[in-house]
């Protein structure tokens, strides 16, 4: 049924607003700007401006608060700053005392918040943020068996370690293409060079762009082209290239000077060259990888991450080192280039120390942590490590070892999920920043505001616990039973009255 309605059209002055316009304290951002530590961190942001001189930069409650905004609601940064006007809970928590219609600052001043705010200082702020946490929703420690009991240690809880790539937004590269957007470039440089130098230089060099186009498109637009076809079309591009800049450094003698170039332009003729020398040299070898391969000009510090994944066995782009604690998650290292992240395990145990104050009783690998040092420093410490001992299996295992494997898979299953929810959720399967500090950032921010969801679904938890056990529907407690399901998948029982 349909209701015509009755009432005159009125203005947005007329509008009333709740609570005779006061924020309501159970909003989730308000809950959540009570939680961020903004002013300890304070000064270590105040640091990036070392001088009293010029405009008065935004406070770092801003700065930070518009990132997690921007990666919680999975928007862009033009669209970030208009719902920030529109929303006076956003406003709070970036920190404005009072509403405003205008825009709290441009959308260009993201990418210098991301410049200003390291990943290190974003990782102390989530370190400090999953204190606060815990203290707010503490977790019951699990229940000892009476062999245990007996045989007790200072280790307390559970570490689980993995690694991961975040890849950055770039086409699928290949040496054709790169190449060939190469020569692109090198032509566009040429036409600016020779502009001022016009009448002076009785012919403007040769580039044969037509032709290396097509060239281009009779391999570029084969669908499965052989290895011999594709070794020749690579050749031709290199000598267009070589040409290329061996006209560059003639119109140079000439004088033309590469003032003229923007610093974008000039970064990136300095790419194409270590390109063309990179490519070359693959060329001539016969190889097919090289040390510090470029493989985007716009960005040139990505690099190819072999991980040997279904479907995806080279990412590009950032590979990254992480721990789970308790369903909270902690980014450790984070490299352009692929490193092997065994030699991280001691360093997330030590972090695991400082930041509990005890070891954890197991630490829940993959393979390739569990090496025979890894395995002592382990030992030496009475932390169990996960996984099947070393050497040729056992024929015969008992039931409680293949019990307790079993358990340790599962275990290791929640970074998984975490990875996931990154990747499927949040930005961390296509990092849309540019420049390599900025990528970085927003790789960081991700983590924080993935344990920001996670406490406030917790909390949203323990208030299911607490009053939906009360309320029956048909002769089923739906809430209670919503409630202990979350509980039971999370594996978590928390200290609620």
């Not at 815990?134 to 690694?163: H, W």
Request: one cysteine or more.
């Amino acid at each position: 049924m349909y209701r015509k309605a009755e009432l005159a059209p009125f203005s947005p002055s007329d509008f009333e607003l709740p609570s005779c316009g006061r924020l309501s304290p159970d909003n989730r951002w308000v809950k959540m700007a009570e939680l961020i530590p903004w002013l300890e961190f304070e000064s270590e942001y105040a640091e990036n401006f070392p001088t009293d001189m010029g405009a008065p930069a935004k406070s770092f409650r801003m700065a930070l608060g518009a990132l997690i905004i921007k990666e919680k609601l999975g928007i862009s940064d033009r669209e970030t700053v208009e719902q920030i006007r529109e929303n006076p809970y956003l406003q709070y928590f970036i920190g404005q005392s009072t509403y405003s219609n205008e825009l709290p600052f441009d959308p260009s001043l993201l990418v210098h918040f991301r410049q200003r705010i390291s990943p290190n200082l974003i990782n102390k702020v989530n370190e400090r943020l999953v204190e606060k946490m815990r203290e707010i929703t503490p977790v019951k420690p699990e229940k000892k068996k009476d062999s245990d009991a007996q045989n007790e240690s200072p280790n307390r809880g559970k570490l689980i370690v993995d690694a991961t790539c975040a890849p950055a937004d770039i086409s699928y590269p290949t040496d054709l293409g790169l190449l060939n957007r190469a020569r692109v470039h090198t032509e566009k440089i040429i036409d600016i060079l020779y502009k001022p130098l016009k009448g002076q230089i009785p012919k403007k060099p040769r580039t044969y762009r037509n032709l290396a186009r097509k060239d281009y498109l009779l391999i570029a637009k084969q669908r499965r082209p052989s290895r011999n076809k594709k070794r020749q079309a690579i050749k031709k591009p290199l000598q267009y290239i070589k040409r290329n800049l061996a006209h560059l450094e003639q119109l140079i003698e000439s004088g033309a000077t590469l003032e003229r170039l923007s610093k974008k332009q000039y970064k990136t003729l300095l790419v194409l060259t270590e390109v063309a020398r990179q490519q070359q040299w693959l060329f001539d070898n016969n190889k097919q990888s090289i040390e510090d391969r470029i493989v985007s000009l716009s960005q040139p510090h990505i690099r190819p991450i072999v991980r040997g994944k279904a479907g995806k066995s080279v990412e590009f782009g950032a590979k990254l080192s992480a721990s789970c604690v308790e369903g909270y998650v902690f980014l450790y290292r984070m490299s352009w280039d692929n490193f092997n992240e065994s030699g991280d395990l001691k360093a997330s145990l030590e972090a695991y120390h400082r930041f509990t104050g005890y070891y954890p009783e197991s630490v829940h690998a993959d393979r390739i942590d569990r090496t025979r040092e890894n395995r002592a420093w382990c030992k030496e410490r009475g932390i169990r490590i996960s996984g099947t001992p070393l050497g040729r299996p056992p024929v015969n295992l008992s039931k409680e070892k293949k019990k307790q494997a079993k358990e340790d898979e599962g275990i290791r299953n929640a970074i998984e999920g975490k990875f996931g929810q990154g990747k499927r959720r949040f930005s961390l399967d296509r990092i849309m920043a540019k420049l390599d500090k900025t990528s970085q950032t927003a790789i960081a921010i991700t983590f924080l505001v993935m344990n920001l969801s996670t406490w406030w679904r917790r909390v949203f938890c323990v208030f299911l616990c607490r009053f939906g056990k009360t309320i029956p529907v048909f002769g089923l407690n739906i809430i209670g039973a919503y409630s202990s399901h979350k509980m039971r998948q999370e594996k978590l029982i928390f200290n609620s009255p």
